[in-house]
């Protein structure tokens, strides 16, 4: 009954638990971090170890929570340019390092460097802790930057205990700076980065910062308190997240490139997308170039393929054909924003449904990871209360297991219930004020990262596009969020997606521009071109409308809704 392309999902899986950041560590594997971890709080001063020939000072096996559920992962390693320490060798072979304030490394010193914090979950799996050295660290410690490796548990343990691990992590980091005066770096400028599951979980670092409803489980482990998990910035690529409506937003999407579906099997498929109409109808995202609320309208088709929230999804196709265009001298055609039928034209082509109904959210075996992530200690669950009203009304046989999943007494070891841990792993309940969708979130519910770079490959099937430019859209409607960077990358899947350059490098001068704008308020560029995206308006600091960039300061308008205060040199 159920509609399955076999040899796609199988694909996608590969892919999906194979793919990691550029410059990121490993993600879960047979082994993990080292045998005898150093024990919570003790002083590490005479801990360090030394790579001379990427000239930095490192320690693993640094134990960030005092009752770790899973010791092996629940550790961090700490990688720093030498330039900020000042060493003396131990008989050990070790090395105690005080703090040198004077050095620099690409401008910055021991007490201005950031700090970036890889999330390596494809499908989000564990991260293995570091057990000694790694070059991983290299490319970013070469730019002045301390690499904070943080194992953390994954999906068979259940949401939200990855990130969970991973906001102990930087509460120790925190720790070791402020009590034991051990680590360098501005602890108030943490980046964090990753892709597909760790794209998710980046983004959920982002938006969850400080969130009271992290304190059970932290508390579990004997995390740190009096001691904030917040980060400056999120680095997403490919996010794998709103899982809340991810089966929703995958069949208005995609679901008109699907075939040979049985009668029950397309009323599903259609109920859903007219589900999405009606959350995107009541959330309020707004166009930021107009602040126009976005909407959804009913076409023929039952597919929901008109109104405003229609139209920006198909300029920000547009966008990314364009930005193809100029940098590889195509001429790739563009799409009507009205025409109902140009979004499945362009998924037909392109972006076809590689997943069956229930894409995240497997209604007939619970097979996918998103099953495990939201279910109980490792045990596959349903968490979609959307996707199981239709179940009971078009293929009732599985209705039970959904009864059984949702229901308030199938809670985990801090007694949390799959709706409660769905919302904790869901980035839009942070952003987003609906008492409807988000009861309880919204602002005030965390303390939201500032800056955010989001970079997806178009043609993936992976996920709706709605997925990630719904996460770009509530942060640039968000008050407190300064800087939303968003592109879609036409021609590119499910990979580290970038319009030109490399991942990592790309991200590098991310998080520089992020620190100059954090310190001056101002985004300095060195030629008009610098950016990606697409140029809409540009006006000078008055108001003016300018036809180029100015030397001095310039407001600057891209197409895809980013406004950004920049300064030619």
């Known amino acids: 009954m159920k509609y399955l392309l076999f040899t796609l999902l199988f694909v996608w899986g590969v892919m999906n638990l194979s793919a990691q950041p550029s410059g990121g560590p490993s993600g879960g594997s047979s082994t993990s971090g080292v045998s005898s971890p150093y024990t919570f709080k003790k002083a590490i001063n005479g801990l360090w170890q030394y790579n001379s020939s990427a000239d930095v000072y490192y320690i693993v096996g640094i134990q960030y929570c005092s009752s770790p559920a899973s010791s092996s992962y629940e550790q961090m390693g700490i990688f720093v340019p030498a330039k900020y320490m000042d060493a003396t060798s131990n008989s050990d072979g070790t090395y105690t390092c005080t703090l040198n304030i004077g ?57 939200p205990l990855g990130v969970t691990d991973l906001k102990a992590a930087i509460r120790y980091y925190r720790y070791l700076q402020a009590e034991q005066n051990a680590v360098p770096g501005n602890v108030n400028c943490i980046f964090s980065f990753g892709h597909s599951g760790g794209g998710a979980q980046s983004s959920l670092l982002g938006a969850s910062g400080n969130s009271s409803l992290y304190n059970d489980y932290l508390n579990a482990i004997g995390a740190l308190t009096g001691y904030k998990d917040n980060v400056l910035g999120s680095q997403c690529w490919c996010p794998i997240t709103n899982l809340d409506q991810a089966d929703a937003a995958y069949e208005w999407n995609m679901g008109l490139t699907r075939s040979g579906l049985s009668s029950a099997d397309q009323s599903i498929s259609k109920g859903l997308t007219s589900e999405y109409a009606d959350y995107i109808n009541a959330i309020g995202l707004k166009d930021p170039s107009t602040g126009n609320k976005l909407t959804l309208e009913s076409t023929s088709d039952g597919y929901y393929q008109g109104g405003s929230y229609y139209q920006y999804i198909m300029a920000v196709i547009n966008d990314a054909v364009t930005r193809y265009n100029k940098y590889n001298s195509a001429s790739v055609s563009t799409y009507s924003t009205t025409d109902a039928s140009a979004l499945n034209s362009f998924s037909s082509t392109y972006k076809n449904a590689s997943k069956g109904l229930g894409a995240f959210d497997d209604y007939d075996t619970k097979g996918q990871a998103e099953n495990t992530l939201m279910g109980v200690a490792g045990t596959a669950g349903h968490f979609d209360k959307y996707l199981a009203l239709l179940i009971n009304t078009y293929a009732s046989s599985y209705y039970s297991s959904f009864i059984s999943d949702l229901s308030s007494n199938n809670v985990d070891a801090v007694g949390k219930t799959v709706d409660c841990r769905l919302m904790m792993y869901t980035p839009l309940y942070y952003l987003i004020d609906n008492s409807t969708y988000y009861s309880g979130g919204g602002s005030g519910s965390s303390d939201v990262a500032s800056y955010w770079r989001i970079r997806t490959g178009i043609d993936q099937g992976d996920t709706s596009l709605g997925t990630e430019t719904n996460l770009a859209l509530a942060l640039q409607n968000y008050n407190g969020v300064k800087s939303v960077d968003f592109e879609t990358i036409w021609g590119l899947g499910h990979t580290e997606a970038e319009d030109t350059g490399t991942a990592s490098d790309n991200f590098i001068s991310w998080v520089e521009n992020c620190m100059n704008t954090y310190t001056t308020g101002i985004e300095t560029v060195n030629s008009s071109s610098d950016t990606n995206a697409t140029i809409s308006s540009i006006y000078s600091i008055n108001g003016t409308q300018l036809q180029t960039m100015q030397q001095g300061i310039n407001i600057v308008k891209y197409g895809n809704g980013t406004v950004k205060k920049t300064i030619l040199k």
């Open 103 to 159: 050095n620099t490394v690409n401008g910055y010193s021991a007490s201005t460097a950031p700090i970036v914090v890889p999330v390596n979950t494809p499908g989000y799996s564990a991260q293995s802790a570091p057990s000694g050295y790694s070059s991983d660290a290299a490319t970013y410690t070469a730019k002045g930057f301390i690499y904070l490796w943080a194992g953390c548990r994954g999906r068979d343990a259940g949401a």
